[in-house]
């Protein structure tokens, strides 16, 4: 059974930081690519970074580069999103996925976390 399990959402002011954390189990962890998403009230799903099977190489959304780094441990089977310079449009909940291939596309990721919460307030 596949478990994709995210931690280290909270509540911060803008221009804090925060870092979560996804933690896999049950997947060959260093065949898959590794998404996080996130999600605001009213709005569809967005794909916000990637992060390829070795790690070599990751892509981000406009809105967030420079400010959010994403990470991969293969030995630990974990994703990390390290998140800077939050602002309150960055409020959402956060989810890990996992994909065979590289994509922004949240229909062909696999799997996926039950999710986090992130709050930024002005």
């Known amino acids: 059974q596949v478990q994709l399990v995210e931690s280290g959402g909270g509540s911060v002011q803008a221009g804090g930081s925060l870092r979560l954390s996804c933690a896999a189990s049950?997947?060959?962890?260093?065949?898959?690519?590794m998404g996080w998403f996130r999600q605001a009230p009213g709005k569809e799903r967005e794909f916000v970074a990637e992060i390829s099977w070795r790690g070599g190489s990751s892509y981000y959304i406009d809105s967030v580069k420079g400010r959010f780094t994403i990470s991969r441990d293969n030995a630990k089977n974990t994703v990390s999103l390290q998140m800077n310079s939050l602002k309150p449009e960055d409020t959402a909940v956060y989810y890990c996925?996992?994909?065979?291939?590289?994509?922004?596309?949240?229909?062909?990721?696999?799997?996926w976390g039950q999710g986090t919460q992130v709050t930024v307030s002005s």
């Open positions: 049950g997947l060959t962890f260093s065949s898959y690519h």
């Open positions: 996925a996992a994909a065979p291939i590289s994509t922004g596309r949240a229909y062909e990721y696999d799997y």
